[in-house]
């Protein structure tokens, strides 16, 4: 069962072992020579044939530990169950199912769904330059899958664009680089795996070959026996078998058995030096007791799978690197092994019965966590922090998925379909969003670059007035303005931050400067006034032109700090209070108050509060005029009463005040108007 969360359809899938997966791909052909199947086949009638002469004449010699895969060669021995001979099956099928197997290296599986089709082929090139092509298989084959379904989307994408232009489907031609240099390091790996299965190919049949050369070897030896040499010469042959590198997993217990046939009737007839011979089955004797012993204490251990591996060990040395025992011993050794190896063999199948179990569990367990995947409700997301939840929450599901465990292997693909496409419907509508958002930061970015170069060409002007109120303004529309993307939200902020600081640093030390003058100011009029009041109070006639005087001293000495304006207050009451104690036309000095106010805002160049004055001026003269009209017409109602009739005199009365009021505001009005700002 392979893990969801690496696992990737592939393409070349195959029950096969790698080896054959890719020589079966290629269509490659083995080069086993024609001497090779003879002799091979040869091999294969002999053990038929000892087998069945065996059990014809009934020989008393117990069966030895060979098992195979074939039923024709097996030699059982008749006590033994059929639970015993299955697990020696087993594990006689693994160990010809290694025999060919190669060394790999291990190469870290990264989440190559994360990258970009350049990085992608990238790592794909990095695999095949450095690493043993024997090594690569699964790597290489995710990055296949993973590279077609974003090639196929970046197609697809660049398709619908080709049509929106206009352009008809049966004209789309699409090339990218990235693609063809993706097929050119595939077509290396291609090349480098043919090459490499094929000299595996060719190595395991030329050790088939010396193989079975060493067992004609080996028949030559009992049949032309001589006594001082034939047990040197016998040890050589089995030196040699093991120099021998691995042969095809098809041929190898074939292979085996009939060495091991052929040993044993070099040993039966080892008359000539039956010392040599005792010593021999005592030392093989005394290593197999070891191996049983081993495999008795595996039998004990909790973990199956190192059990059985270590097992498969264990049959290896017994069967390559150890030879036979004397006959007294071979079926009492062999047996106590054979149980060793059942019990073995029965607690991983209840292991992996009870796992099967388990993995029927995590279906439904799985089954329920893509469900929640698949309700998840995105309609309301609305914002940034709003998606930010709703990952948070399928990263939970994605992480409880993944340690559930596995599931049945037949299972496995169809849950893993119905994961991605819970996954994928989520990470549309997500991509969606963002999509909106990363257009909305744009527009953001270049709507913020826009206010950097207005505030940069702002930042040495000298017309402070002007300038700071659209600083003021700039700043404000900056902090209106959303986010931008991150890699230039840091550089934009530093610029703009710089320029409007440089121009409010520049403000500020001019302002420093002259509220000290203004302070000055201050001082002065407090000192004017303090001269004024102490001439009122002193009941001295005051004049138009003493008041005038007044004002112009006032208004010469400039500009006080904003928060003492009210000295202004002051000397505008005590001007009141000198044209209520002396006589002073009222006109002049209404005049002379408008021009002070009027002055005091050009001073301090408020021209927001001149043009509201001159507005407020045209009001009030349109009004006076509506009363004045209002009046006259009144006086129409009571055109026959006499000259002193109360009401006529009080409408005249009226009439004359609001014509006077009306000449002042014209004034007003007229010196408004001269003024230039």
């Known amino acids: 069962m392979l893990d969801e969360s690496k696992k990737v359809p592939n393409e070349e899938e195959s029950n096969l072992t790698p080896q054959n997966s890719e020589t079966s791909e290629e269509n490659q052909i083995t080069n086993v020579t024609k001497d090779d199947v003879s002799s091979s086949n040869k091999v294969i009638e002999e053990v038929k044939k000892v087998t069945s002469e065996v059990k014809e004449e009934n020989i008393l010699e117990p069966a030895t530990e060979k098992s195979g895969e074939n039923e024709e060669v097996e030699v059982v021995n008749e006590d033994e169950t059929p639970?015993?001979?299955?697990?020696?099956?087993?594990?006689?099928?693994?160990?010809?199912?290694?025999?060919?197997?190669?060394?790999?290296?291990?190469?870290?599986?990264?989440?190559?769904?994360?990258?970009?089709?350049?990085?992608?082929?990238?790592?794909?090139?990095?695999?095949?330059?450095?690493?043993?092509?024997?090594?690569?298989?699964?790597?290489?084959?995710?990055?296949?899958?993973?590279?077609?379904?974003?090639?196929?989307?970046?197609?697809?994408?660049?398709?619908?664009?080709?049509?929106?232009?206009?352009?008809?489907?049966?004209?789309?031609?699409?090339?990218?680089?990235?693609?063809?240099?993706?097929?050119?390091?595939?077509?290396?790996?291609?090349?480098?795996?043919?090459?490499?299965?094929?000299?595996?190919?060719?190595?395991?049949?030329?050790?088939?070959?010396?193989?079975?050369?060493?067992?004609?070897?080996?028949?030559?030896?009992?049949?032309?026996?001589?006594?001082?040499?034939?047990?040197?010469?016998?040890?050589?042959?089995?030196?040699?078998?093991?120099?021998?590198?691995?042969?095809?997993?098809?041929?190898?217990?074939?292979?085996?058995?009939?060495?091991?046939?052929?040993?044993?009737?070099?040993?039966?007839?080892?008359?000539?030096?039956?010392?040599?011979?005792?010593?021999?089955?005592?030392?093989?004797?005394?290593?197999?007791?070891?191996?049983?012993?081993?495999?008795?204490?595996?039998?004990?251990?909790?973990?199956?799978?190192?059990?059985?591996?270590?097992?498969?060990?264990?049959?290896?040395?017994?069967?390559?690197?150890?030879?036979?025992?004397?006959?007294?011993?071979?079926?009492?050794?062999?047996?106590?092994?054979?149980?060793?190896?059942?019990?073995?063999?029965?607690?991983?199948?209840?292991?992996?019965?009870?796992?099967?179990?388990?993995?029927?569990?995590?279906?439904?367990?799985?089954?329920?966590?893509?469900?929640?995947?698949?309700?998840?409700?995105?309609?309301?997301?609305?914002?940034?922090?709003?998606?930010?939840?709703?990952?948070?929450?399928?990263?939970?599901?994605?992480?409880?998925?993944?340690?559930?465990?596995?599931?049945?292997?037949?299972?496995?693909?169809?849950?893993?379909?119905?994961?991605?496409?819970?996954?994928?419907?989520?990470?549309?509508?997500?991509?969606?969003?963002?999509?909106?958002?990363?257009?909305?930061?744009?527009?953001?970015?270049?709507a913020k670059k826009l206010l950097i170069e207005r505030a940069i060409a702002l930042k040495d002007s000298e017309d402070w007035d002007v300038a700071t109120g659209i600083m003021k303004k700039i700043q404000a529309d900056w902090k209106n303005i959303g986010h931008v993307p991150r890699k230039y939200s840091d550089k934009l902020w530093k610029e703009f931050k710089d320029a409007c600081n440089h121009y409010f640093d520049r403000l500020h030390s001019e302002q420093d400067a002259g509220n000290k003058v203004e302070l000055e100011v201050f001082l002065k009029k407090k000192e004017l006034l303090a001269e004024i009041k102490k001439t009122v109070d002193s009941k001295e006639e005051i004049t138009l032109e003493n008041l005038k005087v007044y004002v112009d001293n006032w208004r010469a000495l400039g500009r006080v700090p904003y928060e003492m304006k009210h000295i202004e207050v002051k000397f505008n009451k005590l001007i009141d209070k000198i044209v209520e104690s002396n006589s002073i036309d009222a006109k002049e000095v209404e005049m002379i108050k408008f021009e002070n106010l009027i002055n005091s805002y050009l001073e301090q160049k408020n021209y927001h509060k001149l043009n509201g004055e001159q507005l407020f001026v045209r009001k009030k003269i349109d009004e006076t005029v509506r009363e004045i009209q209002q009046l006259e017409n009144n006086i129409g109602f009571i055109s026959n009463a006499s000259p002193d009739n109360p009401l006529l005199k009080n409408v005249m009365g009226n009439i004359s005040v609001y014509k006077d009021k009306l000449e002042v505001w014209k004034i007003k009005l007229e010196y408004l108007k001269k003024l230039d700002y």
């Open 83 to 446: 639970s015993v001979n299955k697990a020696i099956d087993e594990i006689e099928s693994k160990i010809a199912e290694s025999s060919e197997k190669t060394e790999h290296e291990v190469i870290e599986m990264i989440d190559y769904e994360k990258l970009n089709i350049e990085e992608l082929v990238k790592e794909l090139s990095k695999l095949v330059k450095e690493h043993p092509v024997q090594s690569i298989h699964n790597n290489v084959n995710i990055i296949k899958n993973t590279f077609n379904i974003k090639f196929g989307e970046l197609l697809k994408k660049e398709k619908a664009t080709f049509i929106e232009g206009g352009g008809e489907v049966i004209d789309f031609q699409y090339s990218n680089p990235v693609k063809s240099n993706y097929n050119s390091i595939l077509y290396d790996y291609k090349v480098k795996k043919n090459e490499f299965y094929k000299k595996q190919d060719s190595q395991l049949n030329d050790n088939l070959h010396n193989k079975l050369a060493l067992i004609e070897d080996l028949k030559h030896l009992i049949d032309n026996a001589e006594g001082e040499t034939m047990y040197k010469m016998f040890k050589g042959i089995q030196d040699r078998w093991r120099e021998i590198g691995p042969i095809p997993r098809a041929k190898y217990n074939d292979t085996w058995r009939t060495y091991e046939h052929h040993v044993e009737r070099f040993y039966d007839l080892l008359h000539l030096s039956n010392d040599l011979r005792d010593l021999d089955f005592k030392h093989n004797y005394e290593e197999k007791l070891a191996l049983v012993v081993k495999a008795e204490e595996l039998a004990e251990l909790e973990d199956i799978n190192l059990a059985f591996n270590e097992l498969q060990i264990l049959h290896k040395l017994w069967k390559e690197d150890i030879g036979p025992v004397g006959r007294d011993n071979r079926e009492e050794v062999w047996e106590r092994f054979s149980a060793a190896t059942k019990k073995v063999h029965d607690k991983r199948h209840d292991y992996f019965k009870d796992l099967r179990s388990k993995f029927d569990e995590n279906v439904d367990e799985k089954l329920a966590v893509i469900s929640k995947i698949d309700s998840l409700d995105t309609s309301k997301n609305k914002s940034r922090s709003d998606w930010q939840k709703s990952i948070k929450e399928i990263e939970e599901l994605r992480n409880k998925f993944f340690s559930i465990g596995q599931v049945p292997r037949g299972k496995s693909n169809e849950i893993w379909a119905k994961f991605k496409d819970a996954t994928k419907k989520f990470n549309i509508e997500k991509n969606k969003f963002f999509k909106e958002v990363k257009k909305e930061q744009l527009d953001n970015l270049n």
